[in-house]
Structures are given as C-alpha cells and as structure tokens.
Antibody, heavy 120, light 113 residues
C-alpha cells in the first residue's frame, strides 16, 4: 500500500526556521518526484516546491525562493522542506505528495499535512 | 502565469447532479499534445485526494458517478448523483506550465441543501 507520512511542523517566530519531513512507503521512492503544497488557514491550495527523483532538479514558487530548500534522502525514503526566514504569511498546513509523471503530471498520493504557525 | 478560475456551486440536493467549471487563462495543451489538468477533492479536515488526471481519466478508487471533460481552456467536473460523502472542496490543477510551476483553482465548495 502506498503511503506518504509527514512529520515536523509547529510554532515558530517570524524570522525563524523549521524543517518538515516526509517519508514514502509502498513504492520505489527513488523513482518519483516529490512535491510540497501548502494551505493557509481557510484558503486554497498553493504549490510550494518539488524535487526530481535524484535531487538534480528543484523548483520553487517565487514567494519562497531563497528561503525554502527542498532535499531528499533516497536511502531513507525521505524528502525534506527546510524553511528559513519564515514570515507570518507562511502559516499554513504543508502537504507532501508523490508526483506521478508517467505520461501524466499529477499528485496522486498525499501526506496527512503538517501545521506550521509563524507567530510571535 | 496561468490562472484557473472555478465557479461557485449552490447547495445541491442529495441524489441530484452537480457540475463544477474550471476555466484557464491560457490553453492547457502541452507541447507534447497532452493536457495536464487534474481534479482533486478535499473533504473537511482531510488532505486533498486525486480524482481525475489528464482532463478525464478517473482514478481507480473513484466512484463512476464522477466524470470530467474539457479541452483547451474550459473544463468540467460532473457528479451524476451527489452523495453525502461528496461534501468538500473541489480543486482543479494545471501541470502544463511545469516547469516552473503548478497552479490550483481557488476551489469550489460542495454543500448539501
């Protein structure tokens, strides 16, 4: 059974840092792009960042470029989102998802989400 | 950047059909000929769940009362007979513009009358 399970999240002050983790099981993790999507309280979905199978390509939404870094450890089936210089507007539930890119490009399995609250 | 605009949905009576529209500011036909438009469902308190990929392909676990269609800039998700478990927010998402980015519609809330 394919599963995506997240950990991390919490309360952090503006300007602070936080790292989210996400592990995949039930599939060959190293064969898939992984992506991060966030949802501010009461708002819609916003794509944040993704990373290629071998980590050689990474993409970010403009609002997090230079502050967030996505990485992965395929030996441990883990993907990370390092968030620095956090701002109030980064407050959101962050979801990790598997990307399916075999003649398609969709997010087919999602983690449960991790709440990040940026507040003083 | 591509903007996806979804229409609001008035409350629906159980057993009645529902239709959600998603309009793109640009054609979603990719240079490879595919159209990377998907639909996701987010039930209250739950993560999103993929329903439809590449315009009209339903995920295996999704009930066949869900269908989708469209082309170019106009897309529709239809539910033939709404059930209580369908309550939630529905999002369209485009992947045609990746790289560098993906875009979601603002979401359409489905409520029962």
């Amino acid at each position: 059974e394919v599963q995506v399970v997240q950990s991390g999240g919490g309360l952090v002050q503006p300007g602070g840092s936080l790292r989210l983790s996400c592990t995949g099981s039930g599939f060959t993790f190293s064969n898939f792009w992984m992506t991060w999507v966030r949802q501010a309280p009461g708002k819609g979905l916003e794509w944040v960042a993704n990373i290629k199978q071998d980590g050689s390509a990474k993409f970010y939404v403009d609002s997090v470029k230079g502050r967030f870094t996505v990485s992965r450890d395929n030996a441990k089936n883990l993907v990370f989102l390092q968030m620095n210089s956090l701002r109030d507007e980064d407050t959101a539930v962050y979801y990790c998802a598997r990307e399916y890119k075999n003649n398609d490009d969709s997010f087919d399995y999602w983690g449960q989400g991790a709440l990040v609250t940026v507040s003083s | 950047d591509i903007v996806l605009t979804q229409t609001p949905l008035p409350p629906v009576t159980l057993g009645q059909p529902a239709s959600i529209s998603c309009r793109s500011s640009q054609s979603l036909v990719h240079s490879d000929g595919n159209t990377y438009l998907s639909w996701l469902q987010q039930r209250p308190g739950q993560p999103p769940r993929l329903l439809i990929y590449k315009v009209s392909n339903r995920i295996a676990a999704v009930p066949d009362r869900f269908s989708a269609s469209g082309a170019g800039t106009d897309f529709t998700l239809k539910i033939s007979r709404v059930e209580a478990e369908d309550v939630g927010v529905y999002y369209c998402m485009q992947a045609t513009q990746f790289p560098p980015m993906y875009t979601f519609g603002q979401g359409t809330k489905l409520e029962i009358k």
